[in-house]
């Protein structure tokens, strides 16, 4: 059974930096395709990026393209997102959670199981 936990969010200003982490239980995180969503206020929950098991390939979000990156430590079973150059619509409660099923690069929902518990990051103006 696998368990994840973020961690890193907090308030910042437009054009600061924070760095997610989510850290996993369970052998299965290092064979595993990982992923971030995000969730704001009244909106859906939306892909962010996903990183291969080996962490050599990535997929994001065109609107994060440039600004985060994603990436992991297999040896320390953790993901991270580093996001730079965050604006105001950034903000949101992000979500590691790991993919069971299809390619990397489809960036389906229910493609995702396990999920933690979220992290607030707020992004003001």
């Known amino acids: 059974q696998m368990q994840l936990g973020e961690s890193g969010g907090g308030l910042v200003q437009a054009g600061g930096s924070l760095r997610l982490s989510c850290a996993a239980s369970?052998?299965?995180?290092?064979?595993?395709?990982m992923g971030w969503f995000r969730q704001a206020p009244g909106k859906e929950r939306e892909f962010v990026a996903a990183v291969s098991s080996s962490g050599v390939n990535t997929y994001y979000a065109d609107f994060v393209k440039g600004r985060f990156t994603i990436s992991r430590d297999n040896a320390k079973n953790t993901l991270y997102l580093q996001m730079n150059a965050l604006k105001p619509e950034d903000t949101a409660v992000y979500y590691c959670?790991?993919?069971?099923?299809?390619?990397?690069?489809?960036?389906?929902?229910?493609?995702?199981?396990?999920w933690g518990q979220g992290t607030q990051v707020t992004v003001s103006s």
């Open positions: 959670s790991l993919k069971t099923r299809g390619s990397l690069y489809a960036p389906k929902l229910s493609d995702y199981n396990y």
């Open positions: 369970g052998r299965t995180f290092r064979t595993s395709t």
